[in-house]
Every structure is written in structure tokens, then in C-alpha cells.
């Protein structure tokens, strides 16, 4: 028996950084604790294709403002897409990303309202388990830790609202720093201390 071909198939990390306090709310479906939330969402693909050109390795980046409950949708993003691709790949990326391509992705892609501009950028993305750093040169910067608990292991919430794959852990971390700079779209902010949480994606159509 043949398989069909997929349109897509891509697995990978989410991890989201905002103005929240952690844990974000976000992922249990509750309203940002300031009622508004600046915040980054990127998608690390480590393995996957989009109709037939492999984009494993890369990145793409959201950078939205959410003004209220983040499945109330309303979002306005500047999306960023890996520089370190072709351009097949970073436009193959950017469809299925904006819900061209139709899936599951597609329903999280109909939270932004305003898809403000398509930017390609190197993304400098070394995160594991909450754990590391993330840069879009002087536009966007990161570094964030996991919580831990008394053994050491990263403390994981499970079985939330906001997640791509169900039952999934997701890492409640903390970012130490998270700087996003695009004035020309009032996209400005700098926080410290705030909320990062990274879980899994695994997208197909």
C-alpha cells in the first residue's frame, strides 16, 4: 500500500517569551496578568518538510502584541524567518506558517489579525529545555532558565490548553533578560525576570 505524500510534516520546539510572570497564563488559557502581552513565539524545526523542500534546522519567529486572552485572537506580529535558508525555504516556511497550507498550524495562524510585515534575518536560536539563548541581531534578544525541582530536573507542566501536541510537557522557565526593538511597528519592549516556557510542535497536512 502507497502513502500519500504529505503537504507537510514538521516536529520541533515552540517556546514562547512575554511580558507575563511565570508561569504565563497564556497556556492554561487565562488572561495576561497586565490584561495585554508582549511576547515572541518561535517555532525551531528539527526535522520536517514543506512539499518536498526540507527546512529542518531553521527558525521562524513571531514578535506580536496580544491585547487579551491569547485564544481571543487579535494579535499583531512581525514575523522573522531564518536568513540561514534558501529562499525556497524561507518562503515555504512563511506558508505554512500564515496558514497557507491549511493544518492544524493554520488555527493558530488565524490568532493574528495584523500580519504587519515578512522580514528574513539569521535567528540565532540555542534553547533546550528552557535553557538557553535566542537572538534576530539588534531586533530581538533573549536568555531564559528552567525552574527546577529538588532533585534538579526541569519543572514541566502537562496536559495545558495552549499546546500543539496534547499530553506534551512543556518547560516553565524564566527569562532573565528579553528585549525586542521594532519601534517603526510600536513593537518596543525590555523586561526582565519574566515568564519563558518552551514545549514540542508536530505539525502535518
Given amino acids: 500500500m502507497t502513502t500519500a505524500t504529505k503537504t507537510y510534516e514538521l516536529e520541533g520546539q515552540i517556546l514562547e517569551a512575554c511580558s507575563c510572570k511565570t508561569p504565563c497564563p497564556c497556556w492554561i488559557g487565562e488572561d495576561p496578568d497586565n490584561g495585554a502581552c508582549d511576547s515572541f513565539v518561535s517555532y525551531h524545526v528539527e526535522k520536517g518538510q514543506i512539499q518536498g523542500v ?8 513571531k514578535i506580536v502584541y496580544i491585547p487579551g486572552n491569547v485564544l481571543a485572537g487579535n494579535w499583531r506580529a512581525v514575523t522573522y524567518v531564518d536568513g540561514k535558508g534558501t529562499t525556497e525555504q524561507q518562503q515555504a516556511l ?3 506558517f500564515t496558514g497557507e497550507l491549511g493544518g492544524a498550524i493554520a488555527d493558530l495562524a488565524k490568532l493574528v489579525s495584523e500580519n504587519l510585515e515578512v522580514r528574513v534575518a539569521p535567528i540565532e536560536y540555542h534553547i533546550k529545555e528552557a535553557q538557553g539563548t535566542i537572538a534576530i541581531g539588534n531586533v530581538l ?9 529538588a532533585d534538579g530536573k526541569p519543572t514541566k507542566l502537562v496536559d495545558s490548553i495552549f499546546s500543539t501536541i ?3 510537557p512543556a518547560y516553565v522557565g524564566k527569562a532573565s533578560h528579553h528585549k525586542v526593538n521594532l519601534p517603526e511597528f510600536n513593537l ?3 523586561y526582565n525576570g519574566r515568564n519563558a516556557i ?8
Fill in 54 to 61: 526540507d527546512v529542518s534546522g531553521l527558525t521562524l519567529v
Fill in 94 to 96: 512563511v506558508k505554512v
Fill in 141 to 149: 534578544s533573549a536568555e531564559m532558565a528552567p525552574y527546577r525541582s
Fill in 166 to 168: 496534547p499530553g506534551s
Fill in 188 to 190: 518596543t519592549w525590555e
Fill in 198 to 205: 518552551q514545549g514540542e510542535f508536530r505539525f502535518e497536512a
